[in-house]
């Protein structure tokens, strides 16, 4: 039976600006509070993230009760288990060489960042080389300060942030490395490629 391995390197195209503010007052700061936000999240061709789920849990559901109710749980807890932890480890990694750290529940912190999810494309993974559609997400993060949340001090926004790196191989067609296929898990790079990335621009931003 012949193994065949496909290879596809997806490029960086993300970009990253300040839109407004600057971000000299993190200078000195160790801890930076992070809290996420996906309210306004696009998903693929939705407006909406809500419309995307009941679009995908009916849909689900229909085929064999029960399974959409899954899906879109195991959705939601994606978020917080795998996208989370992966866009704070590579950002504190990223930003290791300008002393800062950012960290959930840090109320004590000086400064809060909002990370808003604004656009999530899950992509679509092929056996045939070159095809499918990679995903991806955009993002903006607002730095506030901690005690006075009304008052947004800088905003950043991100787009084309994409996995690395995906690896596919097959023997006879069928998957062998499945986590490849799973769109948690190519969700899950895109958040590294974000947080290093975003790592790298606060501490340029900060000198």
């Known amino acids: 039976m012949m193994m065949s391995l496909f290879l596809l390197l997806t490029g960086h195209t993300y970009a990253q600006k300040l839109k407004s ?11 930076l509070n992070i809290q996420y936000d996906y ?5 693929g061709k ?17 085929k064999k009760t029960g399974t959409g109710d899954e899906w879109a749980a195991k959705w939601n807890n994606d978020k917080a288990a795998r996208y989370q932890p992966a866009f704070e480890e590579k950002f504190n990694d ?19 960042m909002i990370l808003h999810t604004t656009f ?3 992509g679509v993974e092929t056996i045939v080389f070159g095809s499918g559609k990679s995903a991806s997400i955009d993002f903006s993060a607002d730095i506030i300060e901690t005690a006075a949340p009304g008052k947004v001090l800088a905003t950043i926004e991100s787009s084309g942030n994409k996995p690395k790196s995906n690896a596919r191989m097959t023997v006879g067609g069928v998957p062998v490395n499945k986590e490849t296929y799973d769109a948690g898990a190519r969700l899950t790079e895109c958040y590294q490629t974000a ?13």
Not at 21 to 31: A, C, F, H, I, Y
Not at 48 to 60: H, I, P, Q, S, V
Not at 94 to 112: F, H, M, Q, R, V
């Open 21 to 31: 503010g600057d971000l000299t007052m993190l200078k000195g700061q160790k801890v």
């Open 39 to 43: 309210s306004t999240m696009e998903v």
């Open 46 to 62: 939705f407006k909406t993230e809500a419309e995307y789920l009941k679009k995908g849990t009916d849909d689900r559901n229909a």
């Open 94 to 112: 990223a930003a290791e060489g300008c002393g800062l750290e950012i960290k959930p529940g840090a109320s004590d912190a000086k400064y809060t």
């Open 120 to 122: 999530a494309e899950q």
């Open 195 to 207: 947080g290093k990335a975003a790592g790298k621009f606060f501490c340029k931003e900060m000198k």
